[in-house]
């Protein structure tokens, strides 16, 4: 028999036999020694081919594109309904629904145990001095007694509305929709029961 | 500032699941945790599939701003990495044909001269600079299915829907790519 005849396996065989583990043909496959050094060949370069994304990733990390990329999506990212400010008679002030609502997510996250989930404003908050209802969708780290945690969230929420906002807000709804595990080397500063 | 570390920390630590729900509501920071998280990915994909690094840049601030407007429609936000980069391959192509298109300043818009040079992917290891220099050798549609595959994870069936073709052929033109590529490395070693 020719040494250098193919024994007609495919390159498409052999490279979805490395992938799945699975080939009609595998007793052929595992005795071939021509299929098994293209086998050998193709898990080298798999390898490589980590390698090479691996150093790409690095290259690719510089942390001023990051933050470039990351002021772009500042500009892109969505605003929401505009809210009047109190700026005297001749002057339109405005801000963000979008910044309000992150600016209560700032305020929960900064709270040990809090991860605050869904944010919603309620009420016409287009119209100065409409009654507006914050709701808030909370999960906290499993040990927090939920009732301190609401009325923590709650003050906090409403001091910080009261100096960046001109929201007549009329509660702050807490619902808690999940408890997680603590974080491995997470530090809180709230006070676990 | 201190609360504004903890506060990213704990971003940081948070499943991909838990920030896409968040970025899916609205939340600005949670979306930027895993642009950081998955951004460096994202452009060392795009810059084998395209053809300068700029235009690689482009190609992936466009698809962090569709993935952005587009979050709610994730379904499990467990798959958030793949998704990003499913992005990353449609925008990449489409930049490609629209080069091709509009491209009259250029008759060869896959000149293997105007992929990133090693020196822009700074690739480490001389048999690190043997597959650049070989896949560079490849013709296009090769390269991409095999960077499609190999970088992506994309299935036969996914690298078809971007590309427009059959799996039959991805599959096809994935072997011939890595027929060529194995043959290469082994005459470089």
Not at chain 1, 17 to 32: A, M, P, Q, R, W
Not at chain 1, 41 to 57: N, W
Not at chain 2, 33 to 58: F, I, Q
Not at chain 2, 157 to 163: A, D, V, W
Request: hydrophobic share 40%.
């Amino acid at each position: 028999m020719n040494p250098t005849e193919s024994c007609g396996r495919s390159i498409e065989d052999l490279s979805d036999y490395l992938e799945t583990g699975i080939s009609t043909d595998f007793v052929h496959i595992e005795n071939c020694p021509q299929c098994q050094a293209r086998l050998a060949g193709l898990r080298s370069l798999g390898a490589l081919a980590q390698d090479l994304l691996h150093d790409d990733i690095a290259t690719a990390s510089e942390a001023g594109w990051l933050d470039s990329v990351v002021a772009n999506l500042r500009l892109e990212t969505r605003a929401g309904r505009s809210i009047p400010l109190d700026g005297g008679a001749l002057d339109t002030l405005t801000e963000t629904e979008g910044a309000v609502i992150a600016m209560i997510r700032a305020v929960g996250d900064s709270l040990g145990g809090v991860l605050i989930g869904r944010c919603r404003l309620a009420g016409d908050v287009t119209v100065a001095g409409a009654p507006v209802e914050v709701n808030i969708d909370v999960s906290t780290q499993y040990g927090y007694r939920l009732p301190t945690v609401a009325q923590e969230l709650r003050s906090a929420v409403l001091a910080e509305l009261l100096v960046h906002s001109d929201l007549n807000v009329v509660a702050v709804n807490v619902a808690f929709t999940g408890v997680r595990a603590p974080l491995d080397g997470a530090v809180d500063e709230g006070e676990p029961q | 500032m201190k609360e504004f570390q903890e506060r990213q920390d704990v971003l940081t630590q948070a499943p991909d699941a838990l920030l896409a729900e968040r970025a899916a509501d609205g939340d600005v920071a949670a979306f930027e945790t895993l642009t950081r998280r998955y951004g460096p990915l994202m452009r060392a994909y795009a810059r084998r599939l395209t053809r300068s690094v700029d235009e690689a840049d482009d190609v992936v601030q466009d698809a962090l701003i569709t993935a952005w407007t587009d979050m709610s429609k994730l379904r499990e936000g467990t798959a958030v990495k793949a998704w990003l980069m499913r992005i990353v391959a449609n925008r990449a192509v489409d930049a490609g044909r629209r080069r091709k298109s509009h491209g009259n300043v250029d008759d060869h818009p896959e000149a293997p001269d105007n992929m990133p040079t090693p020196e822009q992917l700074a690739v480490a290891g001389s048999q690190g600079a043997a597959l650049n220099r070989a896949l560079r050798g490849l013709p296009a549609e090769q390269r991409r299915c095999w960077v499609l595959k190999e970088f992506g994870g994309a299935s036969y069936e996914e690298i078809g829907q971007t590309l427009g073709i059959s799996a039959a052929s991805v599959r096809g033109r994935l072997a011939r790519a890595r027929t060529t590529l194995v043959k290469e490395m082994e005459e470089w070693r």
